[in-house]
């Protein structure tokens, strides 16, 4: 095997697996938002409402964050899983 399809499996493996990271982050995001919108729905006044709207931007800045970490961490060692594998296979 040459080092261009390598180099070109290692991309698309890459791509694929962050595609797969970026969904499930954003489905977490999603299950969270959902969840804060059902508790407002179903609260009684609105000061609990503003309570609860001011908990969730809370909540969702710091796991927005976090989940840019993680991601930050996967692609990190992504990429060097994916090296090492080319260079194990070309030798």
Request: net charge positive; charged share 50%; proline share 1%.
């Amino acid at each position: 095997m040459n080092t261009k399809t390598l180099k070109g499996e290692r991309d698309e493996e890459y791509k694929n697996r962050m595609g797969a990271l970026e969904k499930e982050q954003e489905e977490k995001i999603r299950n969270m938002r959902q969840e804060y919108l059902d508790k407002i729905k179903s609260a009684k006044n609105p000061a609990e409402k503003d309570k609860l709207l001011e908990e969730m931007g809370k909540r969702l800045k710091n796991v927005e964050a976090s989940l840019v970490d993680e991601k930050k961490r996967q692609e990190a060692a992504l990429q060097k899983m994916l090296k090492a594998r080319q260079k194990k296979n070309v030798k």
